[in-house]
């Protein structure tokens, strides 16, 4: 497809269980970024990749967050024992600049509800 | 997290008239953008400016960098229905991070 794809676009866990949410870049952007957006606010840096390298993850909330981008095209968002506070939507972006943080095209998002 | 000041936090708007918003920050940015989400989607880029002082159009939306660099506007002239949705702003400094706004939403009043 031409845009950042994200799966899926809603997913409900119940406390402590582990989930993964997937991000299908645009094709050749070498910079992929992650955010989370709780409810009425701006999207919140997660993490940063350029190619498979996680250069920057100071946004992780916790430990139990996690991600993985092994081939340097799709990445994984995945976080362990999820609590309620992580219920929010989960932005992938993506850009071709190497520098990467600005003129970033976004996935639809992924609404991760915990009960 | 560290957050962009956006104003207002809402618009009630008719049809037709002018649309003005701004964001503040306390730190200087290298880079504005705006942004537009509309309900269950993501934020779609809708102008990058990129120098102090630069006055940019995009249809009938221009947007400014202010000359200290801690602020922007945008504008938007003669509203239609489709304008709903979220405006954020959005600074970039240096490595990574874009740092937002909370978003001012837009109502075009029936």
């Known amino acids: 497809g031409a845009g950042v794809s994200q799966s899926p676009r809603y997913k409900v866990a119940k406390r402590g269980q582990d989930v993964a949410l997937r991000c299908d870049p645009i094709?050749?952007?070498?910079?992929l970024f992650w955010y989370q957006q709780a409810l009425g606010q701006g999207p919140e840096f997660l993490t940063y990749f350029q190619n498979e390298a996680q250069l920057d993850k100071s946004g992780l909330p916790s430990d139990r967050f996690f991600a993985e981008r092994p081939e340097g095209s799709v990445s994984t968002l995945k976080i362990q024992r999820t609590q309620q506070e992580d219920s929010a939507v989960y932005l992938c972006?993506?850009?071709?600049?190497?520098?990467?943080?600005?003129?970033?095209?976004f996935g639809p998002g992924t609404r991760l509800t915990v009960t | 997290g560290q957050q962009l000041n956006q104003s207002p936090q809402s618009m009630f708007i008719q049809e037709g008239e002018d649309v003005s918003m701004n964001c503040t920050s306390s730190?200087?940015?290298?880079?504005w953008l705006w942004y537009k989400q509309d309900p269950g989607e993501g934020p779609v880029l809708l102008i990058a400016l990129y120098k102090a002082g630069e006055l940019t159009s995009n249809g009938r939306l221009t947007a400014q960098f202010g000359i200290t660099r801690k602020d922007s506007f945008l504008n938007i002239s003669a509203s239609i229905p489709s304008d709903v949705g979220i405006y954020f702003c959005a600074g970039w400094r240096s490595n990574y991070q874009l740092i937002w706004g909370a978003g001012t939403k837009l109502i075009i009043k029936p």
């Open positions: 094709s050749g952007h070498v910079s």
């Open positions: 730190s200087i940015f290298n880079t």
């Open positions: 972006a993506s850009s071709f600049l190497w520098t990467g943080s600005y003129e970033q095209y």
